[in-house]
């Protein structure tokens, strides 16, 4: 029969008859006697609270919204009085709700004073159920898990009666007689509200919503774990690239994954994923930043789907979506920098026994889906110390969120828990930096969606809010980073930018450097800094400067470093010093005028770098006059430079002494000492002094002094110095001498020395000419000098 209701009954006061229970502020009530169906669930208690904002009757606890209730919500009534009673179904009938067919049984009615004394009626009639509200209540709001289902609007103060019957399954509610899928089976709701399956769906296939089973799957990867599509873990612990898709029978295509690491050498990400179409041999790359490239080219993509090669490419702010699609099959990847969704539609009958790769056979280990391609070196397991600033229990507590409200809406589609191994797995060993706290959510949240043909986006609503994370975005959205940095977010701001990857940054950090040792090239000097360590350090390496504040740095968009030089041509404000055994060309970089800033309130750069001119070492070597030339080698750091001494018999000094030259006495002699690699803008060399003995060693006697502090011996008549200190060479002669009394050989010993030009004037002062005594002290005295000899044999 079809379900009545009952005539109303006057009311004196909150009363519903006499004896019906008056009670002030909220309260319990025990309605097991008569309970209520709710959309489809039965409720044997009704919790009354009222607030400033609402009066609320809910079945699972009291009014409060992020615990996303079955709530009935009226306007807040004046005075926090109510009453409540129990009618039988032998009630007056005042009219029927035609969509209602089971028996009344009988109802509870609750009294409460709104504005006026109104009644709400919950009408038993089994496994459907109605709803009288009486007078002008206004609008309600009918909750179920917190979502608002209807919205019930009386003004007529006859009052008016709802249907508050459907069916619910799997978190959701359905209304009678609509059809509907879930994970394994077909159902619909039928006349009487109950849930009715039509079909059940095999392995790995969906219900299509019209008594079809399709084969539907999913496959989640995510930080370094792949879920598939049994919902199966695989963590990936090193850097390779691993098979997680393959139907040649089918699409032809198969889908790659690329896995680096971040921060910790220990702990790898999802960094890219490859589609690769079998038939043209072509990839199609989904990379970092949105980026998404045909073979080398970088394609530009919006929301309007493109087709390259058979597939279908998208960009829009949540990421990019590839799909490819033969008969009645479809794969669809899509991946927003930190996640790729892999779903699989089909006629399951046409496809192998099982879907290859990570993604579609549990039974496939690692190693099995470890591409060939993978990068030389990407197997090699680092270790990692602990991280201290990871709190194991808070992270779990957090995964944990998933076996909770509101995610319990998609327990019955997918279970969560190779999302918490994942979630948990991770986050105690890599910091919640990144968005990386919600990334896990996010993806049971979309996996949820995607294993559902029917699903509900207003099921899961308000989840974020609840667990502190943002709408969906793709992390990094066209920010490009070089091959061995990625997208981060700074930790001062939130904002993004390229930091290194942590294999590639550990010499340098290890270090407690930010770049590359100084490289001394030929008459300059440069250092190359990380661009991707300054940018970790907060630094915008465009601010910083050399000490000539005209001189920045240039970025190689390929390396990612930034080089500072100076040369030659320009110092760039370099300083020269020097020591007892080098010259010293120092500059530094800073931030821009940091020098003169008296307080600072952002992080200081200040980087010294410098090259140097080591003096030549002391060197003797005895040579007859047939072979008069001493060639000495000279290295310091990457500057080289070749010094050597050699005799010529004429002033143009183009015929050297040779074998076979014979230098007779009082013939005159004109000795060269000149450098190569040096740069003359930069340095000069000064022959300090010159003396001739009769053997080998230097400080035997008789000695002759040729020169001395750089100037010719004033009473030798036939000896004349020329281009001492002016360049990378200087010469002097003399006519040729033999000692008293002896018919030996005569040694020839030179001390020379570099002199930095920069400021100075490196040629030696000589009174009286070239032949005069010096008149002061040389500049470069207290510096160690070159030895340099050469002998002659009568």
Wanted: aromatic letters at 8%; glycine letters at 8%.
């Amino acid at each position: 029969m079809l379900c009545l209701l009952r005539c109303l009954c006057a009311l004196i006061g909150l009363a519903v008859s006499s004896g019906a229970p008056v009670i002030n502020g909220s309260s319990v009530l025990n309605i097991s006697s008569m309970p209520i169906t709710y959309y489809g669930k039965k409720y044997e208690q009704v919790y009354v609270s009222f607030t400033n904002d609402h009066t609320t009757f809910c079945f699972d606890g009291y009014y409060d919204p992020p615990t996303r209730q079955d709530c009935i919500v009226a306007a807040p009534a004046a005075v926090t009085l109510f009453a409540y009673q129990f009618i039988p179904a032998t009630s007056t009938v005042l009219k029927a709700i035609p969509s209602i067919t089971s028996a009344f049984v009988g109802e509870v009615v609750i009294s409460v004073k709104l504005d006026t004394v109104h009644r709400f009626e919950f009408l038993n009639c089994g496994t459907e159920a109605g709803l009288f509200l009486d007078g002008p209540v206004g609008l309600v709001d009918l909750l179920v898990n917190g979502i608002t289902v209807d919205t019930l609007k009386v003004n007529s103060t006859e009052g008016a009666v709802f249907d508050i019957s459907g069916c619910r399954h799997s978190g959701f509610v359905y209304k009678r007689g609509q059809v509907f899928a879930d994970r394994d089976s077909c159902s619909f709701c039928n006349d009487s509200a109950v849930v009715v399956i039509t079909r059940k769906c095999g392995n790995m296939e969906r219900c299509q919503g019209n008594g079809i089973c399709m084969l539907d799957t999913s496959c989640t990867v995510t930080g370094p774990n792949i879920i598939d599509v049994n919902n199966n873990v695989h963590i990936v612990k090193d850097r390779c690239a691993y098979s997680l898709l393959s139907t040649p029978s089918v699409l032809d295509f198969h889908v790659l994954a690329n896995f680096r690491e971040r921060r910790h050498k220990d702990v790898s990400f999802l960094d890219s994923v490859t589609l690769r179409l079998g038939g043209s041999g072509v990839d199609i790359h989904l990379e970092q930043g949105g980026r998404v490239r045909l073979d080398d080219t970088v394609l530009s993509l919006d929301s309007l789907a493109q087709t390259f090669h058979g597939v279908e490419l998208s960009k829009d702010p949540t990421g990019v979506t590839a799909t490819r699609s033969v008969s009645n099959h479809t794969i669809s990847v899509f991946f927003d920098g930190n996640t790729a969704q892999i779903i699989f539609k089909g006629d399951g009958a046409a496809v192998d026994a099982s879907l290859d790769g990570l993604c579609g056979n549990s039974r496939m280990s690692l190693s099995d889906a470890l591409l060939e391609e993978s990068a030389s070196g990407c197997a090699v397991l680092h270790s990692g110390a602990a991280d201290s600033t990871i709190n194991c229990s808070m992270v779990t507590e957090r995964c944990n969120l998933l076996k909770e409200v509101p995610f319990t809406v998609c327990h019955n589609l997918i279970g969560p828990e190779p999302y918490i191994i994942a979630c948990v797995e991770t986050l105690c060993r890599y910091p919640a930096v990144d968005a990386l706290n919600c990334q896990f959510l996010e993806a049971y949240a979309a996996a949820c969606s995607l294993n559902s043909s029917t699903y509900r986006t207003d099921a899961l609503e308000g989840w974020r809010s609840q667990a502190g994370c943002s709408p969906p975005q793709a992390f990094c959205q066209d920010r490009i980073c070089g091959g061995h940095e990625f997208c981060a977010e700074k930790t001062d701001g939130g904002e993004i930018g390229c930091f290194c990857r942590a294999i590639f940054a550990s010499p340098y950090t290890s270090a407690g450097t930010l770049g590359d040792p100084t490289v001394c090239g030929p008459n300059s000097a440069s250092v190359s800094l990380l661009g991707c360590l300054l940018e970790e350090e907060g630094i915008d390496y465009s601010s910083l400067r050399l000490k000539d504040q005209t001189c920045t740095g240039h970025m190689d968009e390929l390396t990612g470093k930034v080089t500072f030089r100076f040369n030659s041509s320009n110092s760039c404000g370099t300083e020269v010093t020097a020591n007892n055994s080098q010259i010293i060309y120092k500059n530094t970089i800073a931030t821009q005028n940091s020098s003169s800033d008296v307080i600072i309130h952002r992080e200081q750069v200040y980087i010294d770098f410098s090259c140097v001119y080591t003096q030549p070492e002391i060197k003797s070597e005895a040579l007859t006059v047939l072979d008069s030339s001493v060639i000495q080698h000279v290295m310091s750091g990457s500057w080289n430079y070749t010094l050597s001494m050699k005799a010529y018999t004429d002033a143009g000094r183009t015929r050297a002494v040779q074998l076979g030259t014979h230098v007779k006495l009082d013939q005159k002699i004109w000795v060269e000492l000149k450098t190569d690699g040096l740069e003359g803008s930069l340095v000069a060399v000064v022959t300090d002094s010159c003396w001739a003995t009769s053997e080998a060693s230097p400080a035997r006697n008789p000695r002759y002094d040729l020169i001395t502090n750089g100037c010719g011996n004033p009473n030798d008549k036939t000896l004349k110095v020329e281009g001492n200190g002016l360049g990378t060479s200087n010469h002097f002669s003399f006519n040729m001498f033999q000692f008293s009394r002896t018919s030996g050989d005569v040694y020839l010993h030179c001390k020379v020395k570099l002199c930095p030009k920069l400021n100075q004037d490196c040629s030696p002062s000589c009174s009286g000419g070239v032949r005069g005594r010096r008149s002061s002290r040389p500049k470069y005295e207290d510096e160690a000098t070159a030895f340099i000899t050469m002998a002659w044999t009568n």
